[in-house]
């Protein structure tokens, strides 16, 4: 039945065949057990009608429609003549399918639920009054047993190829439900299924904007993916290598690379609750298992009073093995160091804030920046834009200590930073220490509206921004992170990130305009 069509109970003999139901169940004389038989084809086609009046209801709206519909069903279920005929039992799991909630919200939801599964169990179950009834028969009770499981179980399965959600892993849309277990035994022994849940979990966060990192992570926890991955490296060693793929071919997309920072925050955490403990060397093979332990401390874990001696300690580790050409070797090896820092991006974030907070300059810094915007800088190449970026920051600080912001000396900086690169990752990182400027500095947020106009000489990096202040807006939302500035920071980030917004929508109408 078509969406929006009116419903009307009365357009059903829905007493009717309740009264049936009723009459059916009263006697087991042969004349009833005739009389069911030669009603069955009616009783198909009024169960079809009423699936496609329900099919896309919830139970809530079902019982103002039909409110004995669970008697009409129950009694059907409970009539041998009815459930053995396929057709017949195929449209009731039809309309119970419809009734089941797959994340029930109320009482009568999880009151409907249980109903639904207790019916289940005596469809499968052969009680002392169906018994005899078969032995009548002479039909042996296993083999009707057998027979109508199977029946059951062909209904599911025909019902769910029919349904719009894709068949191969269906549990992912909660059509079926899997014990964990389960699941980990149905992906460690079929890689496609494997593979469509990261699609499909990939698929919803991109394409089904979230409000914030938290029910980011949230949908990602709820994926069970994470916690797959933490008890089978085998499982993390798949998607590793999907996120690396989609990285790549998205070019470093700042979507792409939020939602691989917000998987390992998942990951990292239910990695802690796997007992006994995994060596972390058995997921990460091809890294430091020094750099893998310092990045694995999460900044919320340590007083931020701490976080500058432990970026130091990042970037020294790092710094090393990068240019330990013995170590690093080829670019698949800097491509491992790499990953492994975007996956714990949140130390990134931590020194964009030290660099605005920080008093004198730290080449360190500067450089862990430049290593994450753009890791294949040549050893000549990387003096000079460390120079240039040092020589722009210089010039971003100068404007923060002065008693009155003035965006005219900070546009200044800014261009000076774009003239000196052509390269796209690298104007990424002017555009954060923009961010990091407004954020952080004693009087950036005094000229928070006005320094928008900036971030559109970046034109596209605008995603990038975006993704930025997300991520600090959820760092520091940490309960451990938070310090009592933190909440004129958490303001601003919210305004810019609606004057962003407006902006893009007002380029977008120009562009309508003048097209």
């Given at each position: 039945?078509?969406?929006?069509?009116?419903?009307?109970?009365?357009?059903?003999?829905?007493?009717?065949?309740?009264?049936?139901?009723?009459?059916?169940?009263?006697?087991?004389?042969?004349?009833?057990?005739?009389?069911?038989?030669?009603?069955?084809?009616?009783?198909?086609?009024?169960?079809?009608?009423?699936?496609?009046?329900?099919?896309?209801?919830?139970?809530?709206?079902?019982?103002?429609?039909?409110?004995?519909?669970?008697?009409?069903?129950?009694?059907?279920?409970?009539?041998?003549?009815?459930?053995?005929?396929?057709?017949?039992?195929?449209?009731?799991?039809?309309?119970?399918?419809?009734?089941?909630?797959?994340?029930?919200?109320?009482?009568?939801?999880?009151?409907?639920?249980?109903?639904?599964?207790?019916?289940?169990?005596?469809?499968?179950?052969?009680?002392?009054?169906?018994?005899?009834?078969?032995?009548?028969?002479?039909?042996?009770?296993?083999?009707?047993?057998?027979?109508?499981?199977?029946?059951?179980?062909?209904?599911?399965?025909?019902?769910?190829?029919?349904?719009?959600?894709d068949r191969r892993s269906l549990f992912l849309t909660k059509k079926i439900f899997l014990s964990e277990a389960a699941v980990m035994s149905l992906w460690l022994r079929s890689l496609p299924s494997l593979e469509q849940a990261i699609f499909h979990l990939?698929?919803?966060?991109?394409?089904?904007?979230?409000?914030?990192?938290?029910?980011?992570?949230?949908?990602?926890?709820?994926?069970?993916?994470?916690?797959?991955?933490?008890?089978?490296?085998?499982?993390?060693?798949?998607?590793?290598?999907?996120?690396?793929?989609?990285?790549?071919?998205?070019?470093?997309?700042?979507?792409?690379?939020?939602?691989?920072?917000?998987?390992?925050?998942?990951?990292?955490?239910?990695?802690?609750?796997?007992?006994?403990?995994?060596?972390?060397?058995?997921?990460?093979?091809?890294?430091?298992?020094?750099?893998?332990?310092?990045?694995?401390?999460?900044?919320?874990?340590?007083?931020?009073?701490?976080?500058?001696?432990?970026?130091?300690?990042?970037?020294?580790?790092?710094?090393?093995?990068?240019?330990?050409?013995?170590?690093?070797?080829?670019?698949?090896?800097?491509?491992?160091?790499?990953?492994?820092?975007?996956?714990?991006?949140?130390?990134?974030?931590?020194?964009?804030?030290?660099?605005?907070?920080?008093?004198?300059?730290?080449?360190?810094?500067?450089?862990?920046?430049?290593?994450?915007?753009?890791?294949?800088?040549?050893?000549?190449?990387?003096?000079?834009?460390?120079?240039?970026?040092?020589?722009?920051?210089?010039?971003?600080?100068?404007?923060?200590?002065?008693?009155?912001?003035?965006?005219?000396?900070?546009?200044?900086?800014?261009?000076?930073?774009?003239?000196?690169?052509?390269?796209?990752?690298?104007?990424?990182?002017?555009?954060?220490?923009?961010?990091?400027?407004?954020?952080?500095?004693?009087?950036?947020?005094?000229?928070?509206?006005?320094?928008?106009?900036?971030?559109?000489l970046a034109g596209a990096a605008t995603d990038g921004i975006s993704e930025l202040l997300a991520s600090t807006a959820h760092r520091l939302k940490n309960k451990r992170c938070r310090a009592s500035k933190d909440d004129k920071v958490q303001s601003t980030?919210?305004?810019?990130?609606?004057?962003?917004?407006?902006?893009?929508?007002e380029r977008v109408q120009s562009h309508d305009v003048l097209h």
């Amino acid at each position: 039945m078509a969406k929006g069509t009116s419903i009307s109970a009365s357009s059903f003999d829905f007493e009717y065949w309740l009264n049936k139901a009723v009459e059916w169940g009263q006697t087991t004389t042969f004349e009833s057990q005739k009389d069911v038989c030669l009603h069955l084809p009616k009783l198909q086609e009024f169960l079809k009608q009423i699936y496609g009046a329900i099919q896309h209801m919830n139970i809530t709206p079902v019982l103002k429609l039909f409110p004995l519909i669970g008697q009409l069903l129950g009694r059907l279920c409970w009539n041998p003549f009815v459930v053995a005929h396929e057709e017949s039992q195929q449209y009731l799991l039809q309309c119970l399918w419809c009734l089941y909630s797959a994340e029930p919200e109320n009482a009568v939801e999880l009151k409907a639920n249980e109903w639904i599964w207790n019916l289940l169990q005596s469809l499968t179950g052969v009680d002392h009054g169906v018994r005899s009834f078969i032995q009548s028969l002479h039909y042996p009770d296993e083999e009707y047993h057998s027979k109508l499981l199977k029946n059951m179980v062909s209904s599911v399965v025909k019902e769910l190829q029919g349904s719009q959600c894709d068949r191969r892993s269906l549990f992912l849309t909660k059509k079926i439900f899997l014990s964990e277990a389960a699941v980990m035994s149905l992906w460690l022994r079929s890689l496609p299924s494997l593979e469509q849940a990261i699609f499909h979990l990939t698929e919803t966060l991109i394409s089904h904007p979230c409000a914030s990192l938290l029910e980011v992570e949230a949908i990602i926890t709820d994926s069970f993916l994470p916690k797959a991955a933490a008890c089978h490296p085998s499982l993390f060693r798949v998607l590793d290598n999907f996120f690396r793929t989609i990285l790549l071919e998205s070019d470093g997309h700042p979507k792409i690379i939020t939602i691989i920072q917000a998987f390992t925050r998942c990951f990292v955490q239910a990695l802690l609750q796997v007992q006994p403990q995994v060596p972390l060397k058995i997921y990460f093979p091809y890294n430091h298992t020094s750099l893998v332990m310092a990045l694995f401390v999460h900044p919320s874990e340590m007083p931020s009073s701490a976080w500058s001696q432990h970026l130091m300690s990042i970037i020294r580790i790092l710094k090393g093995i990068v240019q330990d050409k013995e170590v690093t070797g080829t670019s698949a090896n800097l491509f491992e160091n790499w990953f492994l820092l975007v996956r714990f991006g949140d130390w990134v974030n931590v020194a964009l804030q030290q660099l605005m907070m920080a008093d004198d300059i730290s080449e360190m810094l500067l450089w862990l920046l430049m290593f994450y915007c753009e890791p294949h800088v040549e050893n000549q190449q990387e003096s000079h834009l460390l120079e240039n970026i040092k020589s722009m920051y210089n010039q971003i600080k100068a404007v923060s200590n002065k008693s009155t912001m003035n965006l005219e000396d900070l546009r200044t900086a800014l261009f000076t930073g774009y003239l000196c690169t052509e390269q796209s990752h690298l104007k990424e990182l002017i555009n954060h220490l923009l961010v990091s400027f407004i954020l952080f500095s004693a009087g950036g947020h005094t000229i928070a509206k006005e320094s928008v106009q900036l971030f559109m000489l970046a034109g596209a990096a605008t995603d990038g921004i975006s993704e930025l202040l997300a991520s600090t807006a959820h760092r520091l939302k940490n309960k451990r992170c938070r310090a009592s500035k933190d909440d004129k920071v958490q303001s601003t980030i919210e305004l810019l990130q609606q004057w962003i917004l407006e902006s893009q929508s007002e380029r977008v109408q120009s562009h309508d305009v003048l097209h």
